[in-house]
């Protein structure tokens, strides 16, 4: 039986990821919710989703050109 590392490695990133993004907008919405109040947690979220925004287009844009590089390579 063969281990396949990098697709353990990538899905352990992504796992990463996606754990921390929940974390930080869970705990960390709810705290600001628990604190401040609902209009406080609203505009949190807001800014929460403003500051992903740019972070989401980084990656597409790695994600497309990871795509690319590998169909010119497959000659």
Same mark, same amino acid.
């Given at each position: *039986?063969?281990? $396949? ?13 996606? &754990?921390?993004? =929940?974390? /930080?907008? %869970?705990? &960390? $919405?709810? =705290?600001?919710? =628990?604190?401040? &109040?609902?209009? +406080?947690?609203v505009?949190?979220? /807001?800014?929460? =989703? +403003?500051?992903?925004?740019?972070? /989401?287009?980084? %990656? /597409? %844009? *790695?994600?497309?050109? $990871?795509?690319?590089?590998?169909? +010119?390579?497959? $000659?």
């Amino acid at each position: *039986m063969t281990r $396949d590392l990098r697709k353990y490695a990538r899905q352990t990133n992504v796992r990463l990821a996606v &754990g921390g993004l =929940l974390l /930080l907008f %869970v705990v &960390g $919405d709810g =705290l600001i919710y =628990l604190i401040y &109040g609902g209009g +406080a947690a609203v505009i949190g979220l /807001l800014c929460l =989703l +403003a500051g992903l925004f740019p972070i /989401l287009i980084i %990656v /597409l %844009v *790695m994600i497309i050109l $990871d795509w690319i590089a590998k169909r +010119a390579n497959q $000659d």
